[in-house]
């Protein structure tokens, strides 16, 4: 496994890091989550992704219960807020009242005195970005959260945020954590260039385009039945035939490289220096051992070109 460092941070992650979302707590059988986590930490993942939202806590509870196992100082913990976790009027957003509700509530299910990184899951339209920030410096300030994200924001919300840490000397975003891959590539045309100047790190979710670019579809209309896209209309929406297509031609390139085409997608995501690590799900540990092995491939520019041909 190798790794890099978050952002202008001293902080090193692993380049393939692992997530909750859509499966432990809720999709994924306990026992298949708790072995994932295991294999990627056996393998060198040092970088754990969860959030409250996900599953209502539950996928936060499964993550903290699991990493006990390891000593503290040796992987890096991270959560969110935004998103609803409640009916009432300050349920959801950035407030100060609902960040720093948030942020205990997380730490209690984690089971954790502090989180490495804790991400502003979107951008709130509603709350000034300076009493987020303030709340976050505050949490940062008492030793509860190390370092500071955002999730999904734009360029100029992200220039909003650094602007306004430096007039009134608040801890500055480091992270940010958007879609990235083959099919979802926004961020090359400002959130990477205005990361490599400012020093915000990428790390990518989605990065196999929910499966995607595993190869595993064959056919839009014949899913297998055992997927979260034969379940989830959304999901399913983004397979389409020119898509598998693609994935087909891509196939193609990495049985020269001799590596699978999921292994190909993560090696080109990792080709950006900006990008920190890719965030990978895995509903299966073999999943989490297939997906480790994209750490440190190098992708020559003659198939980088290749693969853009083929991406169009």
């Not at 879609?179 to 045309?189: D, H, L, S, T």
């Amino acid at each position: 496994m190798q790794y890099r460092k978050l952002g202008r941070t001293g902080l090193k992650v692993s380049e393939i890091s692992l997530g909750s979302w859509l499966t432990y707590g809720g999709y994924v059988e306990k026992e298949n989550a708790v072995k994932s986590i295991h294999t990627a930490y056996e393998a060198g993942v040092n970088f754990f992704d969860t959030a409250n939202v996900y599953e209502k806590g539950a996928a936060e509870i499964l993550v903290g219960e699991t990493l006990k196992a390891y000593p503290r100082e040796s992987y890096v913990l991270a959560t969110k807020a935004f998103w609803p976790m409640g009916e009432g009027p300050n349920d959801r957003g950035l407030s100060r009242k609902h960040v720093m509700e948030q942020a205990h509530a997380s730490l209690k299910r984690l089971g954790h005195d502090y989180v490495d990184i804790f991400y502003c899951h979107r951008y709130d339209p509603e709350t000034p970005v300076d009493e987020t920030l303030r709340a976050l410096d505050d949490l940062v300030r008492q030793g509860k959260v190390l370092y500071v994200g955002v999730s999904e924001w734009t360029a100029a919300q992200m220039e909003e945020a650094l602007g306004t840490a430096d007039k009134y000397l608040l801890d500055r975003i480091v992270v940010n954590q958007p879609i990235y891959n083959m099919f979802q590539r926004y961020i090359e045309k400002e959130i990477i260039p205005l990361g490599e100047k400012k020093g915000i790190g990428q790390v990518v979710f989605s990065p196999l385009a929910q499966g995607l670019l595993t190869g595993k579809y064959v056919s839009a209309d014949k899913l297998p039945e055992d997927s979260r896209a034969a379940k989830l209309e959304w999901m399913r929406n983004g397979i389409t035939e020119e898509k598998i297509d693609k994935v087909n031609q891509l196939v193609g390139i990495a049985k020269e490289l001799d590596i699978t085409v999921g292994q190909l997608a993560l090696a080109w995501i990792l080709r950006q220096p900006n990008v920190a690590s890719a965030l990978v799900g895995a509903s299966r540990p073999e999943q989490v051992t297939e997906n480790v092995k994209a750490s440190g491939i190098q992708l020559s520019d003659d198939v980088l070109e290749r693969i853009e041909q083929i991406l169009g």
